[in-house]
C-alpha cells in the first residue's frame, strides 16, 4: 500500500504531445509501489522523508534559495528549518537515488482540520519534469484520506511555484503585508487547495 493509502489503484495520468510523429511519448502515470509512488515516465518515486536525506535537501535548498530567493532569508540551520516543529508528514521525491525534491505539511493549531502545505521546492535539475506538482499531489491526497483541509502561504516573489498552485487548481483567497521580505517581497499571498476529487 502507497503512503497516501490508494494501494494498487492509486494512479494519475497525463499525456503530453508528442514531438516526434515516428514514436509517441509514453503517459505519464503515478503507480503505487509498495510505500513509494513511482513516477514512470521521467523514473522518480515519492516516499517519506529520512533523516539521512536532510543534507541532500539543505543542498538542493542552497540551489533554489540562490535561483529563485526561496526561502527569501536563508535559515542559520537548514535542516533545523527542513524539520517543521509541526509537521505532520515529509515527503521526497527520488530519481536515480538522488533526492530531487521535498515537501511537507503540518498541523495549523488554530484550525484543528487544517494543514498547510510547507517546505516545497524542487531541485535547479529537475525543474518542468512535473516534480514539483507530483509532490504537491502526494500530499495534497494525503491529507484528503484524512479528511483535512490544506492551504499554503508563499511570498510573492516565488513566481514558479505561484504559477504551479494555479495550474493546479489551487484557489488565491488574499494577501498579507509582510515586513521580513527584504527587497524580495512586499506580500504573502495565501492560497486554498482544490476540493477532492
Not at 495520468?13 to 511519448?25: C, D, H, I
Not at 503540518?106 to 535539475?125: C, G, I, K, Q, Y
Not at 521580505?181 to 495565501?190: K, N, R, T, V
Amino acid at each position: 500500500m502507497c503512503i497516501c493509502g490508494h494501494g494498487s489503484t492509486c494512479r494519475r495520468a497525463s499525456s503530453r504531445g508528442s514531438s516526434s510523429a515516428q514514436q509517441p511519448r509514453p503517459r505519464q502515470s503515478f503507480v503505487s509501489r509498495g510505500r513509494v509512488r513511482l513516477h514512470e515516465a521521467v523514473s522518480y518515486l515519492i516516499r517519506e522523508r529520512q533523516d539521512l536525506d536532510l543534507e541532500a535537501c539543505a543542498a538542493i535548498l542552497a540551489q533554489v534559495h540562490v535561483d529563485q530567493r526561496y526561502p527569501v532569508r536563508w535559515p542559520d540551520d537548514p535542516r533545523a528549518w527542513l524539520t517543521y516543529a509541526d509537521a505532520a508528514a515529509a515527503w521526497v521525491a527520488v530519481r536515480d537515488g538522488q533526492v530531487m525534491g521535498h515537501v511537507c505539511v503540518a498541523r495549523n493549531h488554530p484550525m484543528p482540520p487544517e494543514l498547510t502545505l510547507e517546505r516545497l521546492f524542487v531541485s535547479p535539475d529537475a525543474a518542468g519534469s512535473g516534480v514539483g506538482g507530483a509532490l504537491v499531489d502526494h500530499a495534497s491526497r494525503w491529507a484528503a484520506e484524512r479528511g483535512l483541509r490544506l492551504t499554503l502561504d508563499v511570498a510573492e516573489n516565488c513566481a514558479r511555484a505561484i504559477a504551479l498552485y494555479g495550474r493546479l487548481g489551487w484557489r488565491l483567497t488574499g494577501r498579507t503585508p509582510i515586513d521580513w521580505g527584504d527587497d524580495a517581497a512586499q506580500f504573502l499571498l495565501h492560497f486554498d487547495a482544490p476540493p477532492a476529487s
